[in-house]
């Protein structure tokens, strides 16, 4: 049997604790949808969580399933997260001519399989009002394992000079082999967004479910197996891939790193650096006319992609164009711009990332990644320097760690952490030069 039908949830949040009387409390009756993905037979929930977030108060409340509430009028996000299993039928397929007769043209029968999968979906930033009866709908995703590499850390603060202004070049992503064989890092993308986390508008077309908006594309080279990654490996692929130390004795020393981006740049006052002993990503379009950096204070949403097509159809058939309206208090301003677009099947592991204080959506959708990760919390928040967001540990086996990928940065990665090769290096983790003397697997499990 097929679970096409719709679960019908009531859901209620208590009030807050507040000086007002349980009376003074606007609520509204509200009522939650769940609808689950199709064709998945004999669908079995093992476990399910619907959580509520109050964005005045910055409360979250787990509600229990199936049970009625009345919700305070205010703005919320609700998350819905559950475990399942459910079955998928195999085709038959051509039995071996080596284990039968000659002109044996036998199938062997469909197969019904059993598999384990998460389900996730949320709405965001919806308001409830004093209004009779307020109905909700959540679509859910089935997240399944892309056997690839991961994002292990992103380090977009980058560093201070010792005078406390801001030093650019030294931000850096690491990749990691999760899997229990090798991968090849040829041909992996690295993706940011276009649009920004803390600014939203109603783009048309929208395209988000299927597809993530991007301006800048850069490609891991090769052939095909060129750059193996051994299991509980990783590479590290950084902005310049120079000593930094000799500019800024606070920063690092990526003479050594597996991949830097270049640029080519048009404008002479701001000239990229091409490092000779770090070999370059393959650019396949950025915005700048002079050098791409990642957005220092985290607005932005990245990914990791196998594009089947080669460098010139990708950039012939995947530009498109969108419109939007931008209402100011001079007036409405309809809105054109263009970008390139990445189809979400290409894309193997995706981040938002955000701050709190100033976030407005979240630019991959669910399918990719069903949460965000920050660091800072305010726009402009002058902690952030020399940290970087790193994949919390899941486990060991066999002395190898396996990091936690359930496609929710919410869950799946340590904020504000000491960046990975701060520790390695024993560089300086603030602008007084203080040293790490510390070794972690994640920012936060030590190393013994």
């Known amino acids: 049997m097929k679970f096409k039908y719709l679960f019908l949830i009531p859901v209620l949040m208590f009030v807050l604790a507040?000086?007002?009387d349980e009376t003074d409390v606007q609520r509204t009756e509200t009522f939650v949808t769940i609808t689950y993905p199709k064709n998945m037979d004999n669908l079995n929930i093992?476990?399910?969580?619907?959580?509520?977030?109050?964005l005045g108060t910055g409360e979250d409340i787990e509600m229990p399933i199936a049970q009625s509430y009345r919700l305070p009028k205010g703005l919320y996000n609700c998350s819905y997260k559950a475990d399942v299993t459910y079955q998928v039928t195999t085709e038959?397929?051509?039995?071996?001519?080596?284990?039968?007769q000659a002109g044996d043209h036998n199938t062997e029968g469909p197969e019904t399989v059993t598999l384990n999968g998460k389900l996730s979906g949320k709405l965001e930033s919806f308001e409830v009002k004093s209004d009779d009866l307020l109905k909700l709908n959540i679509e859910t995703f089935l997240f399944t394992d892309k056997d690839d590499f991961i994002f292990e850390e992103i380090f977009f603060t980058g560093t201070l000079r010792p005078s406390g202004s801001q030093y650019y070049g030294d931000s850096y992503f690491k990749i990691y082999n999760n899997t229990d064989h090798v991968l090849y890092a040829d041909g992996l993308a690295i993706c940011e967004s276009k649009f920004k986390s803390t600014l939203y508008f109603n783009y048309k077309p929208d395209i988000r479910k299927d597809t993530f908006t991007i301006w800048a594309l850069y490609v891991i080279p090769g052939s095909g197996k060129d750059h193996p990654v051994q299991p509980g490996e990783s590479l590290l692929i950084c902005d310049t891939g120079i000593d930094h130390r000799n500019a800024n004795p606070n920063s690092l020393d990526f003479s050594k790193a597996d991949f830097e981006w270049y640029d080519v740049s048009t404008k002479p006052a701001h000239m990229d650096i091409d490092s000779p002993t770090v070999p370059n990503l393959d650019k396949w379009y950025c915005y700048t006319l002079s050098f791409w950096v990642l957005h220092n204070r985290g607005f932005c949403s990245y990914a990791l992609a196998r594009i089947p097509i080669d460098k010139e159809t990708y950039l012939k058939d995947y530009y498109y164009t969108y419109e939007y309206t931008m209402f100011l208090p001079s007036g409405t301003f309809p809105m054109q711009q263009s970008a390139y677009k990445m189809p979400n099947a290409w894309i193997v592991d995706g981040v938002?990332?955000?701050?709190e204080a100033a976030r407005d959506w979240d630019i991959l959708p669910p399918t990719v990644d069903a949460g965000w990760t920050h660091c800072g919390t305010i726009d402009h928040d002058k902690t952030r320097y020399f940290k970087s967001v790193r994949r919390k540990v899941a486990g060991f086996e066999n002395g190898r760690c396996i990091l936690q990928d359930t496609n929710n940065s919410t869950d799946d990665f340590n904020t504000e952490c000491v960046p990975s090769e701060i520790e390695i290096q024993g560089s300086s983790k603030d602008a007084q030069g203080t040293k790490a003397t510390t070794l972690t697997w994640d920012g936060v499990l030590p190393k013994k």
């Open 18 to 20: 507040s000086c007002q």
């Open 352 to 355: 938002n990332c955000s701050v």
């Open 46 to 54: 093992k476990s399910e969580k619907l959580v509520f977030k109050n």
């Open 92 to 100: 038959g397929s051509e039995s071996n001519p080596e284990n039968g």
